[in-house]
């Protein structure tokens, strides 16, 4: 029988002398209290040493998984296919079946197997002539932090703690700059204050300052290489009517070395952001490119690591700095807030406020799909997150897009505006659509509301007439006619009109 034996030096095969005494598994450990005991039970066959740590991992790692790798492969088919009819006794059951599917060896997994590698383990030292010990420590811790390195998808390069920290000083760098700033501006413009209106850049303020110095010298000096011509002018022209105060040489050269300082740090500063960007795209590079340096290293600083963010779900990830107004709205019973530090994002920063939410909830979904595959996965390219960023950016335009749509059944479809096209053909007005009434001549309406006119006046004459003969026949008056001269042209009308409308009827008269 053979034994295939894994060491952090490398491969081992024994053979065993005394197959007899392996039966007895219970006490098969006595045959291994000392090396020469050991040494009549089995003995060394042939042992391939391990190049390097890159070459035990690699072994390592097959054995692990269950797989055979080209390596072993060769040992086997060089030393084992000489005794092919001879069994070979594995550790693992599962690389067992592989080697026999493979190389058509007959492997075994017992118990007893294993009280035999546990035996062989404890005098490896003693079986394995020509290495020694040290060595052999050295090539088993080596392979422990390799092997645990792998297991946890840890590499040395991907140190996020350096993101942690950079990201943090650069933050208190920021605020140490704008206090410093703040006060050489204050100091320096009791002596000459209309300098801080003429020049808004806080760093070309604190070159000028340290460059001249009084402002009595800026007549005399040349800040070309730091101002452009025009605001030079403007600022030699307001150095000479200047309402400042006179200062000393000694205030002077205070506030040119807090001058120094400013630009020390902010040259200390872009340095650290070069540094900070490097590490992202080399850590995260997905992230960066969703989110961007500034606020994916915020993102895994709030989380404390990219693993520990890569732990989060996409709710937390898009609230993540915002703890403090998230519990005083479920306190309060309240909105809860839609964004924590990712509202720092290009991409929030783009929609209208409207659409800020929705926003932000996709790109946190599509954010936590980045930091995992940046922590988890193998592959260090951007890709993934180039495509993630196209995703969001598409559903931001559609969004915004919106607005401009037509309405319609579906309300899918964009509306459509046709291009303006001049036109210089004169236009005369056609007055006939105004109306739908037929044309009438205006002599002839005059002449139609006359009559209409005279028509109501005769029949209101007539039943007015009507009603006082009505009423004097009821009080046994005869009636009276009453004719007079102006009326009489009137009267004569009226009673051809009326004998006009009166039927004519028979009169009959009762002679007596």
Known sequence: MLVLFETAAGYAIFKVLNEKKLQEVDSLWKEFETPEKANKIVKLKHFEKFQDTTEALAASTALVEGKLSKNLKKILKKIVAKDAHEQ???????????????????????????????????????????????????????????????????????????????????????????????????????????????????????????????????????????LPEEIEEDVKAAAEISMGTEVSEEDINNIIHLCDQVIEISEYRTQLYDYLKNRMMAIAPNLTVMVGELVGARLIAHAGSLLNLAKHPASTVQLLGAEKALFRALKTKRDTPKFGLIYHASLVGQSNTKNKGKISRMLAAKTALTIRYDALGENTSAEMGAENRLKVETRLRLLEERGIRRISGTGKALAKADKYQNKSEVKVFDPSGDSTLPVVSKKRKIQEVDEQDTEVAVKAKKFKAEMKEGAAVEDGEPVKKKKKKKDKEKQAEEEVVMSEELPTSPITEDTE
């Open 88 to 226: 070979l006794a594995v550790a693992d059951a599962k690389l067992g079946g592989v080697i026999k599917e493979k190389l058509n060896l007959s492997c075994i997994h017992s118990p007893m197997v294993t009280e035999l590698m546990r035996g062989i383990r404890s005098q490896i030292e003693g079986l394995i002539t020509g290495l020694p010990s040290r060595e052999m420590a050295a090539m088993c811790l080596g392979l422990a932090h390799s092997l645990s390195r792998y297991k946890l998808k840890f590499s040395p390069d991907k140190v996020d703690t350096m993101i942690i920290q950079a990201i943090s000083l650069l933050d208190d760098l920021d605020k140490e700059l704008n206090n410093y700033i703040m006060r050489c501006r204050e100091w320096y413009g009791w002596h000459f204050p209309e300098l801080g209106k003429i020049i808004t850049d806080n760093l070309t303020y604190c070159k000028c300052v340290r460059k001249v110095g009084d402002r009595s010298n800026f007549a005399s000096s040349d800040v070309s290489d730091i």
